[in-house]
C-alpha cells in the first residue's frame, strides 16, 4: 500500500476519474429547442429553414415546396 504524499495523488487522481466517468447531464431539451422546422411529409425535424428547403428538393421533389410558416414546429 502506498503511503503519504503518493496515497493522495492516487485518491485525488482516482476522484477525478470517477467524476469524469459519472456523466453528463441529459441534453434533449437543448437539441429539442435547436430544431425549429419539421418537414410535414416525413416528420424530420430540421435546424432552418434552409436546411429544409434542401431536404425538401433532395428527398420530396415531385411535392409542392410548403412557405416557410407552413414548415415551423
Known sequence: MARGLQKEES?????AA???KAGGKSNLKT????????????????SDYKNFT???N??????PMPTEEEAKM
Not at 485518491?11 to 476522484?15: F, L
Not at 430544431?35 to 416528420?43: D, E, G, L, N
Open 58 to 63: 433532395a428527398k420530396h421533389p415531385k411535392d
Open 54 to 56: 434542401e431536404h425538401w
Open 18 to 20: 470517477a467524476k469524469a
Open 11 to 15: 485518491q485525488k487522481k482516482a476522484q
Open 31 to 46: 437539441r429539442e429547442a435547436a430544431f425549429k422546422v419539421k418537414c410535414r411529409k416525413c416528420m424530420l425535424p430540421l
